[in-house]
């Protein structure tokens, strides 16, 4: 029976109970005893927790071995490497069962924040794989650490939104993912969209700040606050990888929230700024630019708990 989106409560789970999980196994087909213990053995990160993606994983690479007439044993699983090397190895075995296009679709679409059919066949088109709406839909979104992330929004459903499992993403900077971020950019340019700023930001992660910054400023000086939010969603998903740049960034969203009078957010991001170019300051001691941003952002953390009455507060950062 179909349930509308409003009616659900979406919760992340962190970690299943072993014996939720072996319930899992045993209603995906994991038939075989000694196996499912091998998998919950693999998957698990400390007592009594195991990881979501890994036993997806698990359970995905083991069904497709099985229809392609090369069935995995328990062997297979004895040795479990730290997290890390987890989830590399199974995304390998992983792709040893599917074709070629669709091992091309996947680590494309890793490039991506979402994606639909429509961008997967762009990227097909554009890097040389051929990916049905059929397989899309019944092969390449059923795995694991696919989800769909507008679900019940959408009635075409060559337009519904999904995403790979941010553990997965991480995996990436492939070549193929290099081309699809190369792709992306050149289509959203010429779209004038925001995610462009991603895409940049993964091929050179200094300029992809500084045009988060430069576009985000540009949106707050204008009031157009829903753009601001657009960018927010973003920068969740930025490299930022020095501390002066995350200042930048933190400022930023400071003023954002101080003028939609969010006061406590606006303080806590402009604690964030000062603390980024404390740290800076601590690489590069004596920076002028580093201390110039500092103080900047102390003066409108002041200014704000001044007008909020925090006299002391304010007098402290003055």
Known sequence: TAISADKVQLEEVDSLTTADADLFLQRARITDEVMRQCLLRYSTER???????????????????ERSGRPLTPRDFSEVPDFQRRSEYLIEQLLKYVDDDL??????????????????????????FSVSFPTFERQLTSFSFI???????????????????DLIRRLGNTPTEVEAHEV?????????????????????????????VEEFEKALALSRYERCSTLLDIRRDLRIETPFKLGLVSNAEGQYFQNL??????????????????????????????????????LRLADLQASLSHYQLAQKNY
Not at 51 to 59: I, M
Not at 267 to 286: F, H, I, M, S, W
């Open 147 to 165: 989800r769909e992330i507008n679900f019940g929004e959408v009635k075409n459903s060559r337009h519904r939104q999904y995403r790979i499992h």
């Open 261 to 298: 009078a969010q006061y406590v957010a606006a303080q806590q991001e402009y604690r964030e700024a000062v603390t980024a170019y404390d740290k800076d300051l601590e690489n590069v001691p004596g920076n002028i630019v580093t201390f110039n941003n500092r103080g900047n952002s102390l």
């Open 47 to 65: 007592e009594n927790a195991v990881h979501p993606l890994h036993l997806g994983l698990c359970v995905d690479v083991v069904l497709k071995a």
């Open 103 to 128: 091992e091309y679709a996947i680590r494309a679409l890793s490039a991506c924040r979402s994606f639909d059919y429509e961008t997967c066949r762009l990227l097909g088109d554009a890097l040389g």
């Open 184 to 212: 992306l950019v050149a289509l959203y340019i010429e779209q004038q969209e925001l995610e462009r700023i991603y895409h940049v930001n993964q091929l050179d992660w200094r300029k992809g700040v500084d045009l988060w």
